[in-house]
């Protein structure tokens, strides 16, 4: 039993490597994968922020055009907002 078939031996040692072919394949997939989403989320994160800046532009060009119009709706939403609050809790 102390010794070992060579070609038992060697058909193991062709196994592991196969394996670890394989294995190093997988990774590489999923580490492409990971990468592809990274940029992909990053670039949508750019995406947003523009989005966010344009109509944080938007809604001060419509304060400093109509500043009344904009405290009447800043206050009704208040109140709207204060009467669906207290309408949940009471």
């Avoid at 060579?6 to 294995?23: C, E, F, I, K, R």
């Avoid at 492409?32 to 944080?56: C, I, M, P, T, Y």
């Avoid at 938007?58 to 400093?64: G, H, L």
């Amino acid at each position: 039993m102390d010794q070992q078939n060579p070609d038992t031996l060697t058909s193991v040692h062709n196994g592991v490597d196969q394996l670890a072919a394989t294995s190093h394949g997988a990774v590489d997939s999923l580490a492409n994968g990971a990468s592809q989403l990274a940029q992909l989320l990053s670039h949508k994160g750019e995406q947003l922020h523009d989005v966010q800046r344009r109509l944080s532009e938007s809604c001060r060009c419509q304060i400093r055009e109509k500043p009344l119009a904009a405290i009447g709706i800043a206050v009704a939403t208040g109140f709207l907002l204060s009467w669906l609050v207290r309408s949940r809790h009471g």
